[in-house]
């Protein structure tokens, strides 16, 4: 048995999931429709985990953490324990991930950055990829993928245009 781990996130048309000072303004400013397919996504899922950079992004620009309901892992070397809706953790991110794959439960949503995405796409820990693409070449900027990963052949599953967005949805085969 094994639950599937999803990438959901959002990326410009050249690739970045953020401006280089971690801007997220051209994310949030398109017009999309709806919730874009969020609520649909996380209702599929029990657990997220992500990176701290993400993590202290979340943190800074949220009134509220957003994912109360969830298990929280937060990848991370220069902080341990855990608050009142995250665990931080420093082990393997592979191992930990294939551990967490093997237990009973819903689908796992790998929030990001590139920084803990990297090592899944590495070890090809993803299941299916949810990649929304906005309006915009931003020129530079965080990279969604990182360079010497190894091919990942994917079967297109479904695509949903939401305003402004077009949803890509694949499964690896
Ligand atoms: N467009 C979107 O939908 C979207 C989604 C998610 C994030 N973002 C944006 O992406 C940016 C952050 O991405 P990022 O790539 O810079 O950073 P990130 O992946 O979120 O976080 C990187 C940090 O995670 C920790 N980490 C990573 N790999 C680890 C490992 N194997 N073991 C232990 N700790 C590990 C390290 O923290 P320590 O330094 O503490 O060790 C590292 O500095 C932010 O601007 C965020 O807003 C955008």
């Known amino acids: 048995m094994s639950r599937g781990v999803i990438l959901y996130i959002g990326v410009s048309l050249d690739g970045f999931i953020a401006k280089e000072d971690d801007g997220l303004q051209w994310l949030e400013e398109t017009e999309g429709e ?80 590139s920084g803990i995405l990297d090592a899944f796409v590495k070890e090809n820990l993803i299941d299916e990829y949810i990649i929304t693409v906005t309006p915009h070449i931003l020129g530079s900027g965080i990279p969604l993928f990182k360079e010497k990963n190894p091919q990942i052949d994917l079967e297109l599953v479904d695509t949903k245009r939401y305003g402004q967005f077009v949803q890509l949805h694949y499964k690896v085969k």
């Open 34 to 113: 709806g919730d874009n397919g969020y609520t649909e996504m996380y209702d599929s899922i029990d657990t997220t985990i992500m990176g701290k950079r993400t993590y202290d992004y979340v943190m800074e620009h949220a009134d509220a953490f957003p994912y109360p309901d969830k298990k929280n892992y937060v990848f991370t070397t220069s902080e341990q324990g855990s608050t009142e809706y995250v665990d931080f953790v420093n082990e393997d991110v592979v191992a930990f991930t294939k551990k967490l794959k093997g237990q009973q439960g819903s689908k796992i949503w790998m929030v990001g950055g």
